[in-house]
């Protein structure tokens, strides 16, 4: 059972370094040359990923989450460029990286993108959020192309929620339709809602341990749907998210914290070693890297799991 670590959208290890810088559209239309503008910040952007792509491999980082941010008012229904083709060469020698480290990208729109939505104009925009990102992967020339999304609102009740979002999922195109996950999240739909809306649609979910001990039924344990989980990922290796509590304070529950609580997470693969299956794990923190190695530096001193490299491990 080989499981592997990755991090989110940003090293904390590389100073000054972010594929997020933006412009709001109030500075815009304030800009003389405002496309000038969001040339060179997307041009930073790129060659910021190459740098973050560059330490990934040489830390043997296996997975990564793309930001959402990396191009600027992408999806502003007032702001219209082409983000792809002036930035050919970049693009491709960015998936050059890529293909050569076999790093596995994935990428989860923010929370503006809401499939269930009652508003046909959230509908309509959120399925431009979509495409945005599969353009992204596109140019990246990434073969499996996942983006990750909630179930969405709960307007006029959960069953219909989740109807609306599968009616809305099958009017999607096709090749949109091949690349979404779906996620439990901390408030409204459970572990076993999306499960279901994954199998009713037949696409990959991806679990989510925060938000399953934020959000589940009473007298439900997650190691009684993790094996159905891991089988709507068929033969794709599955993904799961591992995040900790902020504080045990109501308030702060559902916030990240800046680290991994060790023994929570040795405990979560204890439960569900039974699976014997690899599968990978996001690490929601906001140290990013830096948790992710804080953890790998403790689960060193309290197991004996075998570790192949710097983030992958073993469990026998």
Known sequence: ????????????ALENTTTSRTMTYT???????????????IKSNLNDLKKILIYNSKNNIHFYRLTSKLIPLATHNQVHYDYIIP????FQRLSQLIQKTQIRMDTHPDQFAVLNSVHKSIVQNTIEILQYHYQIL??????????????????FGKDKSISRFINNFKNL??????????????????AKDVLYIAKQLDIPMVFDYHHFICNHDENERFEDYIKEIFQTWKQETPKIHFSSPKSKLKKEFRSHHDYINSDSFIKFIENIK???????VMIE??????????????????????????TTFEIR
């Not at 195109?173 to 996620?183: N, Q, R, V």
């Open 1 to 12: 059972m080989k499981i592997r670590l990755g991090y989110v959208a940003l090293s904390k």
């Open 27 to 41: 500075n815009f239309v304030k800009e003389q040359k405002p496309y000038e503008q969001l040339y060179m910040i």
């Open 87 to 90: 930035f050919k060469k970049q």
């Open 138 to 155: 596109d140019a990246l020339q990434i073969k499996k192309k996942t983006i990750l999304i909630h179930i969405g609102g709960n307007t």
């Open 173 to 190: 195109p096709d090749y949109l339709k091949k690349t979404i996950a779906i996620e439990n999240d901390d408030k409204i739909f459970t």
């Open 274 to 280: 039974f699976l014997n299956r690899d599968f990978d």
């Open 285 to 310: 923190a906001k140290a990013k890297d830096d948790a992710l190695f804080r953890l790998v530096r403790e689960l060193k001193y309290k197991t004996n799991y075998k570790f192949i490299d710097e």
